[in-house]
């Protein structure tokens, strides 16, 4: 069995012929949100992953396994509700709606897309969109503030971050030029303001 526990994420600037001649590990997105898994590869081979706990799998990604060969990750066609409509405002409601709901969804210049549901596609279809049952390729978006599916090593994680912590101290009456001290917490409260005069 392939132990693979290293993950390169899209774009990893490994050569496009090493990356066609690397075995494929196709994979569903609720398969590709979790951190232990076995499963085949698309040569048959079998391969458990040992990944950091919250890690997501994208279209595009590199694995590397424990003798150094690459595996690459490849999002399967599943059962979604593509969500279209000539009107950007009643996409904008859809996606509040969804949002409201905490729907995982994947925004599209010109579409949403999500895991099939009967009960949400009769929703969508009041809020006047056409939502369309469809086998494709599911990539919903990441969470916000470097929570959900974001990890420290993402490019976007530092500016996510401060975002949360701009958000949090407006909230909690702490957006007056304070500098904070996180530790090894990671986390923010009252004890650890750190005033600089």
Known sequence: MLKIDK?????HGIAPVLVRRAPKLVLPFADRSKSRLR??????ADAALFLPRGTVLRGGDLLVAEDGSFVEVQAATESVLEV???DPHALMRAAYHLGNRHTPVEIGRDYLRLEYDAVLADM???????AERAELPFEPEA???????????????????????????EHHGHSHGHDYDHGDAGHVDDASCVHKH
């Open 7 to 11: 993950l390169l994420t899209a774009p």
């Open 84 to 86: 279209r409509t000539q």
């Open 124 to 130: 969508l279809q009041r809020l006047g969109v056409r």
């Open 39 to 44: 499963a085949v590869l698309d040569n048959g």
């Open 143 to 169: 969470g916000a503030y470097g929570g959900g599916h974001k990890h420290g090593h993402d490019a976007t994680f530092a500016e996510d971050y401060a975002a949360a912590q701009a958000v949090f101290h």
